[in-house]
């Protein structure tokens, strides 16, 4: 059952992607009816989602679906990426998938008539492909990645209309303030890997478990 479930988490993170690669170099060919691309493959990852956050309930103990590889090691030290599909990542995919599903179909008529019609739905894909990475990580790393990609989304939309001078203004505003949030992000994570060892979103859980926080703690204290 796993492989056809790492087909099916692949094709919830990638069809986003694949909206957005489409609309970017053929979206002025296929013109007004852009927005059916980004619908299909977007209606599509809301199934799987739908798929996936009833599979999780129906399983009685632990994720459906934990997947990971070796992207590189030096040493001691190795970086997995991966898929991880617990409860909360379920209803997080399933969050994700229907506010863009239904986000895309808002746009169809509020974005009628815009000399920019695809490109918008262009940003609306790799928008939705950066939260399912988030959603889907297995590491902190990945996550990281992944919010790096929702800042750059985030520019690009908030931006959109980037003749406007409070558009402007707004994704620069957007693109700093999110700079500061990475700051702080890189640094609670450098927190975690030194007091844990791992990057891994299971391996963190189970440091906390074991007490790694306590331990540390009482050394800090007895410092």
Known sequence: MEPSL??????????????FVILIFFGTKIGRYAHWVSLVLIGI????ALYFFSAVF???TG??????VEW???GSFALHLGILINNVAA??????ALISFLVHLYSVEYMKGDSRYTRYFAYLGIFTFSMNGI?????????YVFWELVGLSSYLLIGFWFEKVSAANACKKAFLTNRVGDIGMFIGMMILFFTIGTFQL???TEGVKNGAFDDNMQLLTLA
């Open 6 to 19: 790492n087909i099916l988490a692949l094709l919830n993170l990638f069809l986003p992607l694949m909206s």
């Open 45 to 48: 990852t809301l199934s799987i």
């Open 202 to 204: 299971d391996g963190l």
């Open 58 to 60: 129906l399983q009685k």
């Open 63 to 68: 994720p459906i679906l934990e997947s990971s």
């Open 72 to 74: 590189f090691s030096t």
């Open 135 to 143: 959603v889907l990580a297995d590491s902190l790393i990945m996550m």
């Open 91 to 96: 209803i997080m995919l399933l969050v994700v």
